[in-house]
């Protein structure tokens, strides 16, 4: 099998075509030229141009070294749940892709008085880069980073797929129509359930809210290492974001020497590229 040259390799880790955990050459390699083949698809509704990426591109690029020219995105409202303001799909069989499918109302303002196009563009890019990964517990930190709010890079990733938020509001938009039609009703039976609904809203947010308490102390403890290890945050940045979930727990208890063993000591393609590009 033949290798991909290092220049190559190291421009594809710089628009964001990063080899997931365990990937083979050949399947890279195939995934880069489906990748290829599918920018320039038409797809359904309206397309955004390559100059709405301008600034989630720029923000990516400063927190990760990316810089996606093949990420696609159409505006259309089709399939999203009303708090959602894009949602990003991808495959990764024979006709690798990726697009990103983002609300209308975003074409002029804000959707939900919070979130703006460029915003928006900069979260799903994330999920596009790595969408040869497999790591929730890990990857929706990474995509509120690109947020320009304080609280929402804070409390944003709380749940880490669409499921978890769905089930949330299930949970609390039940209590909330049990409460609001409880002065009709006059029945005694409602108020176990709200109770139940109340209980069950609040028992997951605060699981929630300890899971990431948890998981933010361990991936910022590896920015830390990583920063001192490489002397740089920028270069600690694009690492961690390029490691598994099971590296970044395990980086989060071991040693500088420890770090720097395994770097060395792996030989699958994303590693070649980490090495090649960081350390």
Not at 97 to 119: A, C, H, M, P
């Amino acid at each position: 099998m033949n290798e991909i040259p290092k220049k190559e390799l190291l421009k594809l880790n710089e628009r964001g075509i990063i080899p997931g955990p365990l990937e083979l050459i050949s399947d890279y390699e195939k995934r880069v030229k489906s990748i290829e083949l599918n920018k320039n698809s038409t797809g359904e509704g309206n397309k955004l141009s390559w100059s709405d990426f301008d600034w989630a591109r720029s923000t990516v690029a400063h927190l990760f070294d990316i810089s996606p020219d093949w990420v696609v995105a159409h505006y259309s409202n089709k399939g999203l749940r009303f708090w959602q303001g894009a949602m990003t799909y991808s495959q990764l069989d024979y006709d690798s892709s990726v697009v990103i499918q983002i609300r209308k109302n975003l074409k002029k303002g804000k959707y939900l008085f919070l979130y703006d196009k460029e915003e928006i563009l900069s979260h799903e890019i994330i999920h596009a880069a790595r969408m040869a990964f497999n790591d929730p517990k890990t990857e929706e930190l990474f995509a509120y980073w690109t947020s320009t709010s304080h609280f929402r890079k804070l409390f944003g990733p709380i749940f880490r797929s669409p499921l978890e938020s769905s089930v949330f509001m299930c949970f609390l938009g039940f209590g909330l129509f049990l409460q609001l039609f409880l002065p009709f009703l006059h029945s005694v039976f409602l108020f176990p359930l709200i109770q139940l609904s109340n209980v069950l809203s609040l028992s997951m947010l605060t699981f929630c809210l300890f899971r990431l308490y948890r998981t933010r102390l361990k991936v910022n403890r590896v920015l830390k290492k990583l920063t001192l290890i490489l002397n740089s945050k920028l270069k600690a940045r694009s690492v961690l974001f390029r490691l598994s979930d099971k590296e970044i727990y395990f980086f989060a208890k071991a040693s500088k020497a420890e770090i720097l063993e395994y770097t060395q000591n792996q030989n699958e393609l994303r590693w070649q590229v980490i090495n090649l590009a960081y350390f």
